[in-house]
């Protein structure tokens, strides 16, 4: 069973576009991490939200928190050629992040 | 902070061969150690997990088995590889607050 939905599960723009990416689930979290993976390499955390309609932002990028913590989102601003690669949401639950539940990842490509 | 190393970084297998993936971690002591495969690029599927010396929970029935010698060291491996073994290998440490991923061992059955 597929707890963590991501979407859209692939996403192609132009340089200097704006974008929106999805993690949606019927479960409720403790905590939502997003992680960017660049093909061949490991993922890398991008940010951590703990607390229900949380908003964090990281230069272009901002991560909202569902306020019943069962959703994410990451809004990217003005898209670059260096955004492009993997997005994936992992939910923790009862309060430990020792077991992390991963969405598929949307994969997004900026263009130039 | 910590760092995961893993090795090989790549690696073609007959099927039928042994498998054994290294993962060792730096900058912190007694953490929690995760295994994970990742298929064409997509979402990671969980494997095993340890919270300490010997002890490893194995999250789905499969080919592979895992070990934990030493508080830093945790080893992924198989009797005998299948060709549905092949995929990305990802180790990761709980570093508190989150997990930290190393960089990845594609292994390739054939």
């Known amino acids: 069973t597929q707890l963590l939905e991501q979407s859209p599960q692939f996403l192609s723009i132009q340089e200097g576009e704006n974008l929106t990416v999805y993690c949606n689930s019927s479960?409720?979290?403790?905590?939502l991490q997003w992680y960017r993976q660049e093909p061949g390499e490991g993922p890398v955390l991008l940010v951590t939200?703990?607390?229900?309609?949380e908003v964090k932002k990281l230069k272009r990028l901002t991560f909202q928190f569902g306020d019943a913590r069962k959703d994410s989102s990451l809004h990217i601003t003005a898209a670059q050629p260096g955004d492009t690669g993997l997005y994936l949401c992992?939910?923790?639950?009862?309060?430990?992040?020792?077991?992390?539940?991963f969405g598929k990842g949307t994969l997004l490509t900026v263009n130039p | 902070s910590q760092t995961i190393h893993q090795w090989p970084a790549t690696l073609v297998q007959p099927v039928g061969s042994p498998l054994s993936l290294e993962c060792t971690v730096e900058?912190?002591?007694?953490?929690?150690l995760y295994w994970y495969r990742q298929a064409a690029g997509r979402g990671l599927q969980l494997l095993f997990y340890s919270v300490g010396i010997g002890q490893i929970s194995s999250e789905v029935p499969q080919n592979l088995s895992a070990s934990r010698p030493q508080d830093r060291q945790f080893i992924l491996s198989s009797k005998k590889l299948l060709l549905s073994d092949s995929g990305f290998y990802l180790c990761?440490?709980?570093?508190?607050?989150?997990?930290?991923f190393g960089p990845g061992t594609r292994l390739t059955v054939l």
């Open positions: 900058g912190t002591s007694n953490p929690n």
């Open positions: 990761a440490c709980f570093g508190g607050q989150w997990q930290f």
């Open positions: 939200v703990v607390t229900g309609g």
């Open positions: 992992a939910g923790a639950r009862g309060g430990s992040n020792y077991k992390l539940t």
């Open positions: 479960s409720v979290f403790s905590s």
